[in-house]
């Protein structure tokens, strides 16, 4: 399984703040890159994919991949208490599309 | 539509005992994946099918662990003996081909405690 790295967290910003959470990959080939949010207790759900270098911007949500520097982020803008979950940086990599997590980083929003 | 089926919800077993878990793909769906998230961990892929064949394996513990997938559809993944270092929660998840966008759905998972 190829190396998914995250910033350790945890994360606590004010309600309001952009969260700023990043992940390293260690497959220069990997093809596609996804962050899923889990709330404690549940199962993962997908909350932003991109494929190409640059910014893909969803709502509050913003992803950055920069292929070249094996490196994708994730910025949450106005952060809500509803965004405090862990979030799962998802590397897609090989023939077979396999699908390598990070260890996530918790975020807690302070109301 | 409904979404990938797991089951049980939550097992307790003692070590060196046997576990079995279930899981039904959403309909359509080619791949599906299990996965072992621990406490604390990003979720480690044990197995991954497409269809009824195995496509990745290489993190299975294969003298404890075993998986199969009858006609493509359902799946079933077995531990034994159980070790105290299985506990953990057991995702399952598909996809409908496994291409490289594709995003995963996963089920509620299963989460095991050995004593």
């Known amino acids: 399984q190829k190396e998914v790295e995250q910033n350790s967290g945890p994360l606590s910003v004010p309600e309001g703040a952009i969260a700023s959470l990043n992940c390293t990959y260690s497959?220069?080939?990997?093809?596609?890159f996804f962050w899923y949010r889990q709330y404690s207790g549940k199962s993962p759900e997908l909350i932003m994919s991109?494929?190409?270098?640059g910014d893909k911007e969803d709502g509050r949500f913003t992803a950055q991949l920069n292929k070249a520097s094996q490196y994708v982020s994730l910025l949450i803008r106005d952060s809500q208490p509803s965004d405090s979950a862990t979030y799962l940086c998802a590397v897609r990599y090989g023939g077979d599309y396999k699908l390598s997590f990070g260890a996530g980083t918790t975020v807690t929003v302070r109301a | 539509e409904a979404g990938v089926a797991q089951s049980p919800r939550y097992k307790i077993i003692e070590k060196r005992q046997s576990v079995a878990f279930w899981c039904n793909p959403i309909?359509?769906?080619?791949?599906l994946y299990w996965y072992q998230q621990i406490l604390g961990q990003g979720p480690k892929l044990l197995i991954q099918?497409?269809?009824?064949?195995?496509?990745?394996d290489s993190q299975l513990p294969k003298d404890r662990f075993s998986a199969e997938r009858l006609k493509g559809v359902d799946s079933t993944l077995k531990i034994q003996p159980a070790k105290l270092e299985d506990s953990a929660v057991y995702l399952c998840a598909s996809s409908l081909d496994g291409g490289v966008g594709e995003k995963l759905f996963f089920g509620s998972g299963t989460q095991l405690s050995v004593l």
């Open positions: 099918f497409q269809n009824n064949g195995v496509v990745d």
């Open positions: 991109i494929y190409s270098n």
């Open positions: 497959d220069r080939g990997s093809q596609s």
């Open positions: 309909s359509g769906h080619a791949t």
